[in-house]
């Protein structure tokens, strides 16, 4: 078991997590409310990671991240090391391609919530960012939890846009599912089966606990 992968997968899970915690609630409140014709050119935007092949993606990404671009000469500049290839690297790949696990279930709880509650803060004064927080969010708490849980779970298990963003540096870019790739390839299938078993059981429980989370007029775990 290479439990220096497994590590480093959680730890670029739990980062990618809290960023798009932030990033993901004023962007799905925007899109959920947001009456603009253009929001749905957004909303596709940030959708397309789920219809995008991962090395189609994670090509895009590397070539926005290398030292020959704007943004990769301009953080080679600032630290005095390469973006692509590297732990930061592949963090903001990450938030990349885990957005639409954050946003779209925040975005579809957002506008579950009664619109009079709505109006009734706007009446009461309370600025749109003072309503997101204090009336929106109290009410989408299944919703928040379910995209933390999606994108956690999405981050743990990608492969293509991760080979392609941050290669495969052991203790630096070399996650669970690049070990497991390494593992067949060296014919380790014993250690590959153990591994992917570890994946396999966390991914049913993530699969049990969004769907718990989801319940509603009832406890999330009912008895029998």
């Not at 960023?19 to 799905?28: E, F, K, S, T």
């Not at 895009?60 to 991240?65: I, S």
Request: hydrophobic share 55%.
């Amino acid at each position: 078991m290479d439990w220096q992968a497994i590590a480093l997968s959680v730890r670029l899970a739990l980062a990618t997590t809290a960023i798009l915690l932030v990033v993901g609630v004023p962007l799905a409140a925007w899109l959920a409310f947001s009456r603009r014709r253009w929001t749905v050119v957004v909303e596709a935007i940030v959708a397309l990671p789920l219809v995008l092949p991962p090395t189609v993606l994670g090509f895009y990404l590397l070539v926005a991240l290398g030292d020959r671009s704007p943004v990769g000469r301009w953080w080679s500049e600032l630290t005095g090391s390469p973006l692509a290839f590297t732990f930061n690297g592949l963090l903001l790949a990450s938030v990349v391609y885990s957005l639409p696990f954050a946003v779209q279930p925040l975005m579809t709880s957002f506008a579950g919530v009664d619109r009079r509650l709505l109006e009734a803060s706007a009446v009461l004064g309370r600025t749109t960012a003072g309503t997101v927080l204090r009336v929106v969010l109290p009410l989408s708490r299944p919703g928040v939890a379910t995209a933390a849980v999606l994108t956690f779970a999405h981050t743990i298990g990608e492969f293509g846009v991760v080979l392609m963003v941050g290669g495969n540096i052991p203790g630096e870019t070399r996650t669970v599912a690049i070990a497991i790739y390494d593992s067949v390839q060296a014919f380790e299938y014993a250690a590959a089966g153990r591994t992917s078993l570890v994946l396999l059981l966390f991914s049913l429980v993530v699969l049990v606990s969004t769907y718990a989370l989801q319940r509603k007029g009832g406890p999330a775990w009912p008895r029998p």
